[in-house]
């Protein structure tokens, strides 16, 4: 194998798996597999994980806080929306990590492999009194309730199965963040969260402690997602501690645990790199230290939770698709059509999302073209790629997607009917095949 910042971009490289390298045929491979040879064996469009890659993810986001945060204990938790599986749930345990899940589905994930169920926090603006009761059921850690309607029918929930669950409260912290408007979620008049300003965080608060139904364990907010910057970071634990003094004050109530979320962001491919995980860590351990020391009375730090889910799997997976047709339009347009898109990544459509891509095959060749790669979906809005150098690329060639491992299989849909890829995770010794691709039957099964 040849190192890879030889034959690639280091800003393209940087957006690679751990494993991923150039072999001497100058094609590419991952964990010392051949694309080519896994793409013939499982199919295209082809997903495949990284093991070595989400490994170190994790690894690094538990060193960064030990070394840089002081203030209390830690629980990282991995965010399971941004891509979960029996095999990456099995994978974030043995790291050591927790879970955070936002529906059922994810929960029954997490207990098909015996996740310890004290480690998870059940998200959710508006879970179902069956979800509420499976949790229930499971022993989950913490539930985080966002609104009234959910308090309600928690309590109502617990009152009957004469259970005491934990519970974090979120709250809509009024942050603003720099990201796409559709992944703001602390602002205030954000869909999650008890508002602050208007005081229905204070008085859900009041309203659980004062009925001791639930056990409130502490105070939560996630302030968006794809986040540069510390500050949303340090303004949310600011005012969630502040909310806390404001709360020991009233009613002698004092949170175990306080949480920010997740949201860091990841390296995109126009080369914009994404902060260290330390420099997040520094931040969450300042924003403690300051808000302590503002307190009068000594009360213990709130141990921290954060949630981290793009960062910890987005660059560890890459899409891998077929090219099927090329097209060059009147207006000069050159389509590169894939047999994937918007069905299996529905992020450029959604948000304007930036991908890249690279040949499989011609790794080192020189771009002859820019082209738009688009989906084989019945959309002219299924542009995986607008504008992207590529050498020609032939029917029957691959082309592969860095950082696809976040968000894109999780909101896959099967738009036209068209079957869901298969998934892989990889590592030297093996492949373990994560889903099977999805076939007619499976589709034809559910009418
Ligand atoms: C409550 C909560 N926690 C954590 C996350 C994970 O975010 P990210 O994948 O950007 O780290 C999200 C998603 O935005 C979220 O809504
Ligand atoms: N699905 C979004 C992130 C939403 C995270 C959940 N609040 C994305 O692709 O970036």
Known sequence: MKRMSTQIAPHLARLLP?????????????????????????????????????????????????????ASPVHILYASKAYISPLIAQLVAEQ?????????????????????MEAISFHGNNKSEAELRLALQLGVGRIVLDNWHELERLTRIAQE??????????????????????????????????????????????????EGILHLRGLHAHTGTMLREVRPYQEALERLLALAVQMYTSLHW???????????????PEGEAAPSVELLAQACQQAMERSLA??????????????????????????????????????????????GGMADNIRPALYGAHYTALSVAAVSREAEESVCVSGRYCESGDMLIENVALPRMQEGELLLLPTSGAYCLPMASNYNLVPRPAVILVDKQQVQVMERRETYEDILARY
């Open 18 to 70: 751990d494993s991923m390298e150039v072999a001497a045929d100058n094609t590419l491979h991952i964990a010392e597999h051949a694309i080519t040879e896994l793409a013939e064996r499982y199919g295209t469009p082809l997903y495949i994980f990284d093991r070595a890659t989400i490994t170190r993810a994790c690894q690094r986001y538990r060193q960064a806080f030990q070394e840089q945060y002081h």
């Open 96 to 116: 050591g990590l927790g879970l955070d899940v936002v529906s059922g589905g994810e929960l029954l994930v997490a207990k098909r492999v015996g996740f310890p």
């Open 161 to 210: 199965s004469g259970q005491r669950p934990g519970v974090l409260l979120r709250v809509a912290p009024e942050v603003e963040t720099d990201t796409h408007r559709y992944l703001q979620t602390g602002h205030a008049s954000s869909k999650f969260g008890f508002p602050l300003g208007n005081g229905e965080a204070q008085a859900a608060i009041e309203c659980i402690v004062r």
């Open 254 to 268: 004092w949170p175990e645990e306080i949480s920010p979320g997740g949201g860091w962001a990841v390296d995109t």
């Open 294 to 339: 503002s307190i009068e009375a000594s009360l213990p730090a709130p141990t921290l939770i954060v949630e981290p889910g793009r960062s910890i799997i987005a660059r560890a997976g890459v899409a891998v698709y077929r090219v099927g047709a090329r097209k060059v339009t009147p207006g000069g347009i050159t389509y590169l059509f894939v047999d």
